[in-house]
């Protein structure tokens, strides 16, 4: 089992900046990804971007040049740098672990709100 606990977000003003933070405990060893998902009131959720074990990344085009995922092994958290935040980046911000073995994110956060005005 993996624990994750999200933290970070907040409400800022268009243009403004965030990072957000996961914290992963457990069985952290059979993580094989990590990953920031969002959801948007009357929207499905949607990956934002993903970070693997061997250190691949990804980003949706949506927020490609804006968002940073990184991590810190010896602190078991992953981190979201968000830059030139939009009103449309508005949602409750998932953090998730995919473990080895595992073709889906299997462990979730309890979420984070992000709220940007216009």
């Known amino acids: 089992q993996v624990q994750l606990v999200e933290s970070g977000g907040g409400l800022v003003q268009a243009g403004g900046s965030l990072r957000l933070s996961c914290a992963a405990s457990?069985?952290?060893?059979?993580?094989?990804?990590m990953g920031w998902y969002r959801q948007a009131p009357g929207n499905q959720r949607e990956l934002v971007a993903r970070?693997?074990?061997?250190?691949?990344?990804m980003y949706a085009g949506s927020v490609k040049g804006r968002f940073t995922i990184s991590r810190d092994n010896a602190a078991n958290t992953m981190y979201l740098q968000m830059n030139s935040l939009k009103p449309e980046d508005t949602a409750v911000y998932y953090c998730?672990?995919?473990?080895?073995?595992?073709?889906?994110?299997?462990?979730w956060g309890q979420g984070t709100q992000v709220t940007v005005s216009a």
């Open positions: 998730a672990a995919r473990p080895a073995g595992s073709s889906r994110y299997d462990y």
């Open positions: 457990g069985s952290i060893f059979s993580i094989y990804a």
């Open positions: 970070i693997f074990s061997g250190g691949g990344i």
